[in-house]
C-alpha cells in the first residue's frame, strides 16, 4: 500500500463514520452502530473504497485503548465501593449466566469440546461477549422518564460497573488460558499479580497526580500524563504480565477516576477519539466483517447468539434481584436495564479476533445484538414503568 493513500482512507473512513454515526443518532440507534455499517460499506465486501492495512490496524488498536481507558475514567470508584453487597451479586449473575449461555450456544452448534482445547476456549470466549453490558442507553431511558434515581435506576448503575469489571477480570483469565504454553496456576499468578502491581502503582500514581492536579490544575499536561500512564500501563500487562492491553488501559482509567481533573483528562482524550481514533476502530470492525460467507447456518447462529445474549442477562440477573428481595415487577425491570450492549462488547470481540479466538463472521451476531437490545431496552422499560411505576421515588 502506498504511504500517501493513508490520507485517503482516513478521510473516507471519517466522514463516512461520523455521517452514519449522526444518522444513526437521529434514528435512536447507538452511534457506533453507524460507524461500523459505514466501516462495512466502504470495506471490501462492498464498495471496495478502503482495505485493511497495518497502519489502521495499529491506529484501531490505539483507539481501543483509548476507549477502554476514558471508560475507566468514567467509573465512579467510590459510588463501586460503596454499591454493597445487592448491586455485586446481580452484576456476577449478569456476568456467568450469559456466559454460561454463551458457552453452551456454541457447543450446541460446533460440539462440546474437550476441556483446554481450541474449541473449548472459543466456546468460553462467545460466552465473554456476551457478559459487557452498555446502560448508555438505559440511564437515558430511565433519565426521560424519571426514575434514574429510584432504587431500581440505582442498583441497575451499580450493578453495570460492577459487571465491566468482572467482564474484564473474565476476560483477562480467558486470554491467558489460551494460550498453550500457560498453565492454570500460572494464568492465576500473573493475574494476581499483575492486580497487585496496579494496587501499589495506582497508590503512587493517585497521589502524584492529586500533586500535580493541586499544581497545574486544568493544564493541558495532566491529560498528556495521564496518556502516558493509560499507555505504560497497557504496554506492562501485555509485556510483562501477558493480560490484555486493554485491561491495563482500563485500570489507568480507574486508578484516574477519582482526581479532581479526572473529568478534563476524560474530555481531553473524548477529541482525540472522537475525531480520528474512535471512528477508525469501529470502522475497522466494518472493514473486518465478512458477509461473503455470511450462510443460513450463522443466520441461525446469529438468532441464537441474540436471544442468549438478551435472555441471559434478563434471567440472570432476575434470578438474583429476587434472591436479593426485591419485587418480582423491580426484578424484571433490572433485567431488562441491564441487558443492552455496546462498545465493550466490540472492544471484546476485537481482541478474541487480535489472539486467533474469533473469526471475522462471528462480528456479525455482535453488531445484531448490539442494535436489537439497543432498541429493545427502551420499548420493554417503558412498557414496564407505565404498568409498574415507582411512585415513591419518581421525582
Same mark, same amino acid.
Given at each position: 500500500?502506498?504511504?500517501?493513500?493513508?490520507?485517503?482512507?482516513?478521510?473516507?473512513?471519517?466522514? &463516512?463514520?461520523?455521517?452514519?454515526?449522526?444518522? #444513526?443518532?437521529?434514528?435512536?440507534?447507538?452511534?457506533?452502530?453507524?460507524?461500523?455499517? #459505514?466501516?462495512?460499506?466502504?470495506?471490501?465486501?462492498?464498495?471496495?473504497?478502503?482495505?485493511?492495512?497495518?497502519?489502521?490496524?495499529?491506529?484501531?488498536?490505539?483507539?481501543?485503548?483509548?476507549?477502554?481507558?476514558?471508560?475507566?475514567?468514567?467509573?465512579?470508584?467510590?459510588?463501586?465501593? #460503596?454499591?454493597?453487597?445487592?448491586?455485586?451479586?446481580?452484576?456476577?449473575?449478569?456476568?456467568?449466566?450469559?456466559?454460561?449461555?454463551?458457552?453452551?450456544?456454541?457447543?450446541?452448534?460446533?460440539?462440546?469440546?474437550?476441556?483446554?482445547?481450541?474449541?473449548?476456549?472459543? &466456546?468460553?470466549?462467545?460466552?465473554?461477549?456476551?457478559?459487557?453490558?452498555?446502560?448508555?442507553?438505559?440511564?437515558?431511558?430511565?433519565?426521560?422518564?424519571?426514575?434514574?434515581? %429510584?432504587?431500581?435506576?440505582?442498583?441497575?448503575?451499580?450493578?453495570?460497573?460492577?459487571?465491566?469489571?468482572?467482564?474484564?477480570?473474565?476476560?483477562?483469565?480467558?486470554?491467558?488460558?489460551?494460550?498453550?504454553?500457560?498453565?492454570?496456576?500460572?494464568?492465576?499468578?500473573?493475574?494476581?499479580?499483575?492486580?497487585?502491581?496496579?494496587?501499589?502503582?495506582?497508590? +503512587?500514581?493517585?497521589?502524584?497526580?492529586?500533586?500535580?492536579?493541586?499544581?497545574?490544575?486544568?493544564?493541558?499536561?495532566?491529560?498528556?500524563?495521564?496518556? *502516558?500512564?493509560?499507555?505504560?500501563?497497557?504496554?506492562? *500487562?501485555?509485556?510483562?504480565?501477558?493480560?490484555?492491553? +486493554?485491561? %491495563?488501559?482500563?485500570?489507568?482509567?480507574?486508578?484516574?477516576?477519582?482526581?479532581?481533573? #479526572?473529568?478534563?483528562?476524560?474530555?481531553?482524550?473524548?477529541?482525540?477519539?472522537?475525531?480520528?481514533?474512535?471512528?477508525?476502530?469501529?470502522?475497522?470492525?466494518?472493514?473486518?466483517?465478512?458477509?461473503?460467507?455470511?450462510?443460513?447456518?450463522?443466520?441461525?447462529?446469529?438468532?441464537?447468539?441474540?436471544?442468549?445474549?438478551?435472555?441471559?442477562?434478563?434471567?440472570?440477573?432476575?434470578?438474583?434481584?429476587?434472591?436479593?428481595?426485591?419485587?418480582?415487577?423491580?426484578?424484571?425491570?433490572?433485567?431488562?436495564?441491564?441487558?443492552?450492549?455496546?462498545?465493550? &462488547?466490540?472492544?471484546?470481540?476485537?481482541?478474541?479476533?487480535?489472539?486467533?479466538?474469533?473469526?471475522?463472521?462471528?462480528?456479525?451476531?455482535?453488531?445484531?445484538?448490539?442494535?436489537?437490545?439497543?432498541?429493545?431496552?427502551?420499548?420493554?422499560?417503558?412498557?414496564?414503568?407505565?404498568?409498574?411505576?415507582? *411512585?415513591?421515588? &419518581?421525582?
Amino acid at each position: 500500500m502506498n504511504s500517501i493513500d493513508i490520507f485517503k482512507d482516513l478521510a473516507i473512513i471519517i466522514v &463516512a463514520a461520523k455521517f452514519l454515526g449522526l444518522l #444513526a443518532r437521529k434514528l435512536n440507534a447507538p452511534q457506533v452502530v453507524g460507524e461500523i455499517v #459505514a466501516g462495512l460499506l466502504i470495506g471490501p465486501s462492498v464498495l471496495g473504497l478502503v482495505s485493511q492495512s497495518d497502519f489502521l490496524i495499529q491506529m484501531a488498536e490505539i483507539g481501543v485503548i483509548l476507549l477502554m481507558f476514558m471508560a475507566g475514567l468514567e467509573t465512579d470508584f467510590r459510588e463501586l465501593l #460503596a454499591t454493597g453487597k445487592n448491586a455485586f451479586l446481580i452484576a456476577c449473575a449478569g456476568v456467568f449466566v450469559p456466559l454460561g449461555f454463551g458457552y453452551l450456544l456454541y457447543s450446541f452448534f460446533y460440539g462440546f469440546a474437550p476441556t483446554g482445547s481450541e474449541d473449548f476456549y472459543k &466456546a468460553v470466549f462467545i460466552g465473554t461477549i456476551m457478559t459487557a453490558t452498555s446502560v448508555s442507553i438505559t440511564v437515558q431511558t430511565l433519565r426521560e422518564l424519571g426514575f434514574l434515581k %429510584g432504587r431500581v435506576g440505582t442498583t441497575i448503575l451499580s450493578a453495570a460497573i460492577i459487571d465491566d469489571v468482572i467482564g474484564i477480570i473474565v476476560l483477562t483469565f480467558v486470554i491467558g488460558f489460551k494460550n498453550p504454553d500457560s498453565k492454570p496456576s500460572k494464568v492465576v499468578l500473573s493475574t494476581v499479580l499483575f492486580f497487585i502491581f496496579c494496587i501499589g502503582v495506582g497508590y +503512587i500514581a493517585y497521589h502524584i497526580f492529586k500533586w500535580a492536579d493541586k499544581r497545574w490544575e486544568h493544564k493541558r499536561r495532566i491529560p498528556v500524563l495521564g496518556l *502516558a500512564l493509560c499507555l505504560t500501563m497497557a504496554y506492562v *500487562a501485555e509485556k510483562y504480565f501477558g493480560i490484555a492491553d +486493554i485491561t %491495563g488501559a482500563y485500570v489507568a482509567g480507574l486508578i484516574l477516576c477519582n482526581v479532581r481533573d #479526572a473529568d478534563y483528562i476524560a474530555e481531553k482524550m473524548d477529541i482525540n477519539s472522537y475525531m480520528l481514533f474512535g471512528p477508525v476502530f469501529f470502522a475497522s470492525i466494518g472493514l473486518k466483517t465478512s458477509i461473503d460467507s455470511f450462510s443460513l447456518g450463522m443466520l441461525k447462529f446469529t438468532i441464537g447468539f441474540v436471544l442468549a445474549a438478551l435472555l441471559g442477562k434478563i434471567i440472570g440477573c432476575y434470578l438474583m434481584s429476587r434472591l436479593c428481595r426485591f419485587k418480582r415487577e423491580e426484578s424484571i425491570k433490572i433485567g431488562i436495564g441491564m441487558m443492552t450492549r455496546g462498545e465493550v &462488547a466490540l472492544i471484546v470481540s476485537q481482541k478474541g479476533l487480535s489472539v486467533g479466538l474469533l473469526t471475522p463472521n462471528y462480528f456479525t451476531p455482535v453488531i445484531v445484538l448490539i442494535m436489537v437490545s439497543s432498541i429493545m431496552t427502551p420499548i420493554l422499560l417503558k412498557i414496564m414503568y407505565t404498568k409498574y411505576p415507582e *411512585a415513591a421515588t &419518581a421525582k
